[in-house]
């Protein structure tokens, strides 16, 4: 069990014993339920920011059907956690509600995101305020209604004093070698869950685009793959198909991936609906030049050829073209690393974590 779950349950249980007990204004609760391991770590990573703030901050898996729970901060740390297509959770009017609504809108080709849609635009009056990582989730919540005025623009945060660039050339050396992978390649990462347990692609995080992309570099340059996670059925049998060389690690935790970036010569980021993603700061932070479709985070902070490089969402011609870009400019990569650096610095998370207070909570919870 995860410590976040455990963290949950043991929370719930206690809210279940004090039936009728208010919780103090001072005190935050932030709800991480639904979103994965990378929300789980938003969660735990503010809440180590924000205890200067409150009396008590509290990270719980899911708040439930209690309408017991009243007079408490609670912050919603992504979409599933209150909006799904099985309708809000019943909340006590007394609380103060934030949500976090990292990715997706009408046109999403998620059908789990589509139907939240319909609770968004029935229930959005529920809620104080909304945070949205990026421009393109803007739009998206204001085409379903959403005064404009209680949505903020606030980044997920990153890491800085753990995700880092590579100390020496030693250090990529080995990671090299305990992964499996030749010490003189041209490495490209993709560490992002593009797939579901059963193999199927999830079509917004791109992985078709992303195989074309690295079948199209591989005809061009000798590069190599470095995959991690779970859901990359679909990846790597097609690029067993094309013949396209890579590793599939699996992590036993999501710290091993600080080393594993400094394997990487380039990350590649090809979805066509993002809130970030992770990788995005993860890959600025550890210094590692990014490819990236012109979504999330992308599309409001790269300068194409500064930076980062982007094209345009399904680009697959456009996204190889950096990619090989990279492959022959070594300058050019570590340019877009030193400035990806200086881009990144404004996400760590104790940067986010004031301005959520700063800017958001202040509002929300009066």
Request: aromatic share 8%.
């Amino acid at each position: 069990m995860s410590h976040v779950r455990h963290i949950a349950q043991r929370y719930i249980s206690r809210l279940g014993r004090s039936i009728g007990v208010d919780v103090s204004r001072g005190a935050l609760l932030l709800v991480s339920g639904g979103g994965g391991w990378a929300v789980d770590q938003i969660a735990l990573s503010l809440r180590e920011h924000l205890r200067a703030n409150y009396e008590k901050v509290e990270v719980v898996g899911h708040i439930g059907q209690r309408p017991f729970v009243t007079q408490a901060n609670i912050h919603f740390l992504c979409r599933p956690a209150f909006f799904d297509s099985n309708g809000t959770p019943d909340i006590h009017l007394s609380n103060g509600l934030v949500v976090s609504w990292l990715h997706g809108g009408r046109n999403s080709m998620d059908p789990n995101i589509v139907a939240a849609c319909d609770q968004l635009e029935m229930h959005w009056r529920r809620v104080n305020r909304y945070i949205v990582p990026n421009s393109v989730t803007l739009r998206s919540l204001l085409e379903c209604g959403v005064d404009p005025s209680i949505v903020h623009i606030i980044p997920n945060g990153v890491d800085t004093k753990v995700f880092t660039p590579a100390p020496n050339d030693s250090d990529r050396h080995r990671v090299r070698h305990e992964l499996g992978i030749p010490s003189d390649a041209f490495v490209v990462g993709s560490f992002q869950r593009d797939g579901n347990d059963a193999g199927d692609p999830k079509m917004v995080k791109g992985p078709d685009v992303l195989v074309d992309t690295l079948a199209e570099v591989y005809q061009r340059r000798p590069i190599f793959v470095l995959l991690t996670g779970s859901g990359r059925t679909y990846v790597t049998r097609r690029l067993d198909e094309l013949g396209v060389p890579y590793v599939h690690h699996w992590l036993s935790n999501p710290r091993e991936l600080v080393s594993i970036y400094h394997a990487v010569d380039s990350y590649i980021i090809s979805s066509r609906e993002e809130g970030g993603p992770a990788p995005f700061r993860e890959s600025m932070a550890s210094g590692v030049p990014i490819v990236s479709t012109r979504m999330g985070l992308a599309a409001d902070l790269v300068q194409n050829g500064v930076n980062g490089i982007v094209a345009d969402v399904g680009d697959v011609q456009g996204l190889a073209d950096g990619l090989v870009t990279l492959f022959d400019n070594l300058h050019l990569r570590r340019s877009l690393a030193t400035e990806a650096l200086n881009t990144v610095r404004g996400l760590d998370y104790s940067v986010i974590a004031q301005r959520y207070h700063d800017e958001v909570y202040r509002l929300a919870f009066g």
